[in-house]
């Protein structure tokens, strides 16, 4: 069984978080492995344990400063590690699915893997796009958010949880499934799985980008969180305020 998993990186929540000129400072930000991933990372190793033939390979579109991400997947236990770099900047959902698509289907000519394994979303941007639409480009079944997995030796069995209940899927391969915090406990990588990563080598792909995003965003810029207080005499002069601030009268 070929199984890949696709993996990003996001600034740590602890980091602080400045902006200059409207754009993200991020001298300050530590990026890690974004959290959805290491479910799918968990889940993959997990199948790898259960079907010994099975090869996991990790794909990420990160610079080669941040290959750190990729050598965490190798720590996890996954067998190959490939960076992805484009002809152009990826910006958004739209292009980071077909950077992966392309990556993908380069490096499995033959016949796409079994299965794509996505964590649910990235913890910064949080659009939870990217999963279903590499699903649509690459022609595979597709499940999101999926929160139990149960393989037999012809279809899969899985569960993601919806409003009111959960929901009962069977799925055939080849599959594009994104996992929801839930799915397992991530492993803790030990010292030695740490160190035996570090001596893995990490495969580049390049891949060629002619479409142009649908997204483009152009500046960020703080939330305001300050909140006024007033000590007003009577409910009249609140009342009279009120009117003013949302135009009532």
Known sequence: MNIAVCVCQVPDTASVIGYVDGAIDYSRVNRVLNPYDEYALEEAVRLKERFSESIITVFSVVSDSAADVLRKALAFGVDRAVRVTSSEEVSDPFQTAQVLCRAISNYYPDALPDLVFCGKQSTDFQSAQVPSMLAEML?????????SLNP?????????????????????CPAV???????????????????????????TLQVNLHEAPYAVMTALQPLERKKRCSFLPDEHELIRLLSQEHNLF
């Open 139 to 147: 022609g595979m079944a597709s499940v999101s958010g999926i929160t």
């Open 152 to 172: 037999s030796l012809d279809s899969l069995r899985v569960e993601r949880e919806i409003e009111g209940g959960i929901e009962y899927i069977d799925v055939a």
């Open 177 to 203: 499934l994104s996992t929801e915090k839930g799915l397992n406990e991530p492993r803790k990588t030990s010292i030695r799985a740490v160190m035996e990563a570090r001596k893995k080598s990490i495969d």
